[in-house]
């Protein structure tokens, strides 16, 4: 494991983030935050806080979606881990919709979580914000919104520690298994 | 009859060992399974099996996995769009060597919710009649690409066969004769956490005809291996003295363990399976065994009653109960389909 960014460096990276995000949201549209499960569930809950604080007229609700049942890799894969339930408890109709991940990198999960997202009603507007863009995409695919951006070779997977879920905040490189 | 017989009774010491073998080992740790909360392991494990055959089979971290499973399931349909395609190109078959309508609607609509496709296959009407035999049709139907197979038998053992003749395919067993109902049983005990929060701890009875019930042999297997105690109440004729191999206890007496149970699971009797001299009447049976408001009474307040369908209004039990606040026969039926759609996905997963 080798790391990439330490804790003041991923505070950085957030509020990086945060900025770009705070400068294009819509002033007369509804908005919402999703996160994708386990970290971008995480990050949302932290961004939806600061931006319903920022934006209270307009903020509907902070979800989180579960990507399980819509992966493209369902039929290859062996053995099942848990999916959990997607908690989407508010109107999307006609909202400007933030997707928020931890990772992006082949911009598979973000296919699944916009097919995913898309079942649960039509926002107006989805714009995608991730922490990191380590590159590597076969989807056409982009983020609006990025923390930081990372050159990692192909071998590598990337982790991200949260405070909330892993008790300390950085972003390591690790060897796939 | 004789042969009827003979087969069930075997299943049952066979899955009666294996209980033995689990019971035996259970007391060395039960601080290791208790010190645990479930839903922790569940989210580290990983499903493998192909098949769901029995409970006999499964682990309690297995069985708590697809009722983990089954609750993210039943998110889905709430949904305005209730459908997920996470079985998008899959075929499902419906195997429905025996009768059943409600067993069958359930896996149809579980499988058209995760986008697969369905075929139905039913005994009346069908080379069954003209001689050909279980295996010879499971595989003509299996050759014409075939995914996961859902079968329903009047014979016990038939999905085991099933799955041995057909290794690449997916079996699931939706009731095979006196044997097993896993999938029943399941969602039964899906909407015992849901009511109740728990299983382990709690005292389910299981009343009626347990001789012939498969019913509430997987209810038993299941039950038990999540720690709730299991109380099967019935007339001497109709409750087999082995059935304790599996870890119950046995009443005659229903007015004895209604104040003492958290769950009273009545099971349906079944009239084109009896013969005259297991018991006198209906009547007879009502007055002994029928659950009626009066005995209500006796229970705790809280306590569920619950029913596999299809009821016999004013036998085993009243309309007053089986439409009261405290029945979730209704509910059972809703989480059958979340209990089905998250063993659908899970075989396919598998692969051992």
């Not at chain 1, 109107?91 to 598979?108: E, K, M, P």
């Not at chain 2, 060992?17 to 392991?41: D, L, N, Q, V, Y």
């Not at chain 2, 309690?60 to 305005?80: G, M, P, Y």
């Not at chain 2, 046995?250 to 399976?273: A, G, K, T, W, Y």
């Amino acid at each position: 494991m080798k790391q990439l960014l330490n804790a003041d460096q991923v505070q950085t990276a957030l509020e990086t983030l945060y900025q770009a995000i705070l400068a294009d949201i819509p002033a007369d549209l509804p908005f919402a935050v999703v996160g994708i499960r386990t970290r971008g569930e995480t990050l949302a809950q932290r961004i939806a806080t600061r931006l319903a604080d920022d934006h209270p007229d307009h903020f509907v609700g902070v979800g989180v979606l579960d990507i399980g049942f819509y992966r493209d890799d369902l039929s290859r894969r062996r053995g099942a881990p848990l999916v959990r339930a997607t908690e989407i408890d508010f109107d999307l109709d006609g909202a400007w919709v933030l997707l928020i991940d931890d990772v992006l990198q082949t911009g598979r999960s973000i296919r699944a979580a916009l097919q995913a997202l898309l079942d649960f009603g039509r926002p107006k507007t989805i714009r995608l914000g991730v922490l990191i863009d380590r590159g590597g995409r076969e989807l056409p695919i982009a983020a609006d919104f990025v923390g930081a951006s990372v050159d990692v070779p192909d071998g590598k997977r990337i982790q991200v520690h949260l405070a909330e879920t892993d008790g300390e905040e950085s972003v390591c490189t690790v060897k796939k298994d | 009859m004789a042969k009827k017989a003979s087969a069930p009774s075997r299943k049952t010491s066979k899955a009666a060992k294996a209980k033995k073998k689990t019971a035996r080992r259970k007391p060395r740790r039960p601080s290791a399974t208790k010190a645990t909360p479930p839903p922790a392991p569940s989210a580290e494990f990983v499903w493998r099996r192909k098949d769901l055959l029995g409970l006999d089979e499964l682990t309690a971290q297995e069985i708590v996995h697809i009722l983990d499973t089954a609750e993210s399931f039943r998110e889905v349909s709430t949904r305005s769009i209730k459908k997920v395609p996470a079985l998008r190109g899959k075929v499902v078959a419906l195997m429905f060597f025996e009768d059943s309508t409600r067993t069958r609607m359930s896996f149809e609509l579980a499988a058209s919710r995760l986008s697969a496709d369905t075929v139905l296959f039913t005994a009346k009407g069908s080379s069954v009649t003209k001689g050909e035999t279980t295996v010879d049709t499971a595989r003509n139907i299996a050759a014409m690409g075939v995914d996961i197979m859902v079968v329903r038998h009047s014979q016990s053992g038939a999905p085991h066969l099933l799955a041995r003749s057909l290794p690449s395919i997916s079996v699931i067993n939706a009731g095979d004769g006196s044997h097993a109902h896993p999938t029943q049983a399941l969602l039964d005990i899906f909407t015992i956490r849901q009511r109740l929060g728990r299983i382990e701890g709690l005292k389910v009875a299981i009343v009626g005809d347990i001789a012939h019930s498969r019913v509430a042999r997987s209810n038993i297997l299941g039950l038990r291996k999540l720690g709730a105690e299991v109380i099967v109440v019935g007339p001497p004729t109709l409750v087999p003295r082995a059935i304790t191999a599996m870890g119950c206890q046995i009443s005659h007496d229903l007015d004895d363990v209604l104040p003492e149970v958290d769950v009273i699971n009545m099971l349906r009797i079944q009239f084109e399976r009896f013969e005259a001299s297991q018991f006198p009447s209906l009547r007879e049976y009502h007055i002994q065994y029928g659950l009626t408001g009066e005995r209500l009474k006796s229970c705790n307040p809280n306590v569920l009653v619950m029913h596999p369908g299809p009821i016999n209004r004013g036998v085993e039990i009243t309309s007053e109960v089986a439409d009261g606040p405290n029945s979730c026969i209704l509910q059972q039926v809703t989480n059958g389909l979340a209990v089905r759609m998250a063993l659908l996905y899970l075989v396919s997963q598998g692969s051992e």
